[in-house]
């Protein structure tokens, strides 16, 4: 029998021990490996089954019917393939929902043409990939692939995000919606888990208003709980993720590849706040590894912009395109402090030198059966040829896969968990 090597068997080691923490398995976690301020949200535990049995973007048995569906309901698949939206969005307003795209036969549910909102409360969504695309649309043309928008408690884990033109993966809603600052963090995207995904190669110079556009997630002024950990950020120019005035979040053992002018960074924009005492930014930074591709100029891990703010930062990595140390971090030092200014009790990492291996692993939708982006974008950060785009075109254009279909059986899966027996 062949021996793993060293630096394997350290991975698996790490990974095991990442995985039996008991804030992975807490009882009443949503599913095993839920992390963060929304790991005990129910979704959809204990409601109806709904079968989505087309890839037609509505009617009877469509994934939109099923997401406007009223009361707690679990979203399974009977079929597999591309739901073509056709310049729409979805917009989820009905709480307690579960979208299980694990269920569906290979190779999975892919959106294309338009992008996902949730406005509610108490969602999760699993193992769907989302790919809005500009190549059929003029200048005005602004899709994220999703946002959450005055949500909470929402867990938005193994899915991947490409080809946006605004955001691929964004937490916001109202910035000042409310008479005190309570309000105002309660009635925005609070308590939300972006875990796992591959959130890559937003469209740079495409149909935004604004020009070039290709931005990674943003967490809106004043989002507070908010968990971003375990992701492949690849080839977006920003907002990898951004944090603006007054949002409270961590950013944990993620893998930056190739952002083209800034990684993780944090600005409150005065004008925006005008009339407004400027709350404080916190932010916990750890764990998290940079490395520089072809599109990178010589940034660093962490930038700090305008506004008050508190920055822990520890054990994190970056490395320019030859493998060098690049900066950390840019910014007034005073807004360093020594102790974490946010944190979820019980949350524990890798260190930052197993997060690279594990990531490229573990992130995006179904990285048992990757499709042929998925599987096109880790090669093309593993080989260094991974590149800022602006047309999903440059990329080999939306997936047509032949529709699959299988039936859903309950008895094969844990309903409570939504995993596989």
Excluded at 268 to 280: D, F, I, K, R, Y
Aim: overall charge neutral; aromatic content about 8%; some cysteine.
């Amino acid at each position: 029998m062949q021996k793993k090597a060293p630096a394997q068997a350290a991975i698996i080691i790490a990974l095991l021990f990442f995985l039996s923490s008991p804030a992975v398995y807490a009882q009443d976690a949503a599913f095993p490996g839920a992390k963060g301020w929304a790991a005990a949200t129910p979704g959809g535990r204990g409601g109806k089954i709904i079968r989505v049995t087309t890839l037609e973007a509505e009617g009877k048995g469509s994934f939109p019917e099923a997401v406007k569906t009223k009361g707690k309901r679990i979203i399974v698949f009977e079929v597999g393939g591309v739901i073509d939206l056709k310049g729409k969005s979805l917009v989820i307003n009905e709480p307690f929902v579960t979208i299980a795209g694990q269920t569906a036969p290979s190779p999975g549910i892919t959106l294309i043409d338009g992008g996902m909102t949730i406005k509610t409360h108490d969602v999760i969504l699993q193992h769907i990939r989302i790919r809005p695309g500009a190549s059929r649309h003029e200048t005005g043309w602004e899709p994220d692939g999703l946002t959450t928008a005055g949500a909470s408690n929402v867990l938005i884990d193994h899915c991947t995000f490409t080809w946006a033109v605004d955001e691929n993966c964004s937490a916001s809603g109202p910035r000042f919606d409310g008479s005190n600052v309570e309000e105002w963090r309660k009635n925005t995207s609070n308590n939300i888990t972006i875990s796992n995904n591959i959130i890559a190669e937003c469209l740079s110079k495409s149909t935004h208003a604004k020009g070039e556009h290709s931005k990674g997630t943003l967490i809106h002024d004043n989002a507070t709980n908010i968990l971003i950990i375990g992701n492949l950020y690849a080839s977006n120019v920003e907002r990898n993720a951004l944090f603006k005035g007054g949002a409270h979040g961590i950013q944990a053992n993620n893998y930056i590849y190739n952002p083209g002018k800034r990684a993780i960074h944090y600005g409150l924009v005065a004008s925006e706040w005008e009339g407004h005492p400027h709350e404080t930014g916190r932010l916990s930074i750890v764990g998290n590894f940079l490395r520089h591709g072809v599109d990178s100029g010589d940034i660093p891990l962490v930038s700090i912009g305008n506004g008050p703010c508190e920055v822990y930062m520890d054990d994190n990595i970056a490395l320019d395109r030859q493998g060098n140390q690049a900066k950390l971090y840019a910014g007034d030092p005073e807004k360093l402090v020594s102790s974490k200014p946010v944190w979820f009790d019980g949350l524990r990492l890798l260190p930052a030198s197993q997060v690279k291996d594990a990531v490229l692993k573990n992130a995006g939708a179904r990285p048992w059966e990757r499709d042929f982006h998925d599987a096109r974008v880790i090669q093309s950060v593993l080989d260094g040829s991974s590149k800022i785009i602006h047309s999903e075109n440059e990329a080999g254009g939306y997936p047509d896969p032949a529709p699959t279909y299988q039936k859903f059986s309950e008895k094969e899966w844990d309903l409570k968990y939504m995993t596989k027996r």
